[in-house]
């Protein structure tokens, strides 16, 4: 499943026809040239028949985003959780500090820099912020693992494609 969804929402067509191809499952050209979201609903039409079963399953066990964030607030943050800060982040709240979790960079095609693949947490983000980002070794006694850096670009990712934020 991981394979064929990376393959759905990745640049690669090639790759995802040959998996098709091991999968027996035939596509049109048309089909293929969808975007990413109706393009997996297709797929997975055609590889789980009804897709109801996944759906509900996914519906009834995952939470909600925002108690999966209470829940990853309390187990990762080493903090003390009884503060304003650590209310804004359980609660999302857009009026709470920034806070942003940084999930994947991706380094950029001149291999100088990299784009940040991150889910904020807490607060609001804005193109010219100046944002600390706190590397793994960072602690308040020691910001030896932190630099500051100011947003140049935001996008909104759908899949293949990124969207730019105005």
Known sequence: LYKINSQGIGENARELELTMEELSIKLRKRELQKDAKPLLRTIMANFMNDHTGLLEMMTKHFPSPLRATANKVETNYSGDLNTEFVNGMKTCSSDGPL????????????????????????????????????GEGYTLDDDEDMV??????????????????P
């Open 99 to 134: 806070v942003l979790q940084v999930v994947k960079l991706y380094h950029q095609p001149d291999c100088v820099g990299c784009d940040a693949f991150a889910r904020v947490i807490s607060g609001t983000l804005s193109v010219g912020d100046r944002v600390k980002v706190l």
């Open 148 to 165: 500051e850096k100011t947003i140049s670009d935001l996008w909104f990712f759908q899949g293949r494609y990124r969207t730019p934020i």
